[in-house]
Nanobody, 122 residues
Framework: QLQLVESGGGLVQPGGSLRLSCTAA???????IAWFRQALGKEREGLSC????????NYLDSVKGRFTISRDNAKNTVYLQMSSLKPEDTAVYYC????????????????WGQGTRVTVSS
């Protein structure tokens, strides 16, 4: 059982940056990890996914060029660096694990963290 924990969320002004972390006690290096977010009243949407080897794909057009996914397997951690944040980025951000980056539907992923809230507001 893989237990994921997200951290790094908070309140940030528009144009600011945050780095989210997704950690596990062990085993995270075996999995592809994706970041999702869910805004109030909206469906959960996939943002980016990184393979266990470090290969990555960015999916959501609205975050291309602003968000960067990376991982440090030695630290059992995957990061989501977010910059040029906008109010519409306000959401709860989740990381999720699967054997590969085969899709961006929630049912493609087997393990989920509890989420970390990001609020972009002046």
């Amino acid at each position: 059982q893989l237990q994921l924990v997200e951290s790094g969320g908070g309140l940030v002004q528009p144009g600011g940056s945050l780095r989210l972390s997704c950690t596990a006690a062990s085993g995270l290096d075996l999995y592809a990890i994706a970041w999702f977010r869910q805004a109030l009243g909206k469906e959960r949407e996939g943002l980016s996914c990184i393979l266990s080897s470090g290969g990555s794909t960015n999916y959501l057009d609205s975050v291309k060029g602003r968000f960067t996914i990376s991982r440090d397997n030695a630290k059992n951690t995957v990061y989501l660096q977010m910059s040029s944040l906008k109010p519409e980025d306000t959401a709860v951000y989740y990381c999720a694990a699967a054997w590969g980056c085969s899709g961006y539907m929630p049912y493609d992923y087997d393990y989920w963290g509890q989420g970390t809230r990001v609020t972009v507001s002046s």
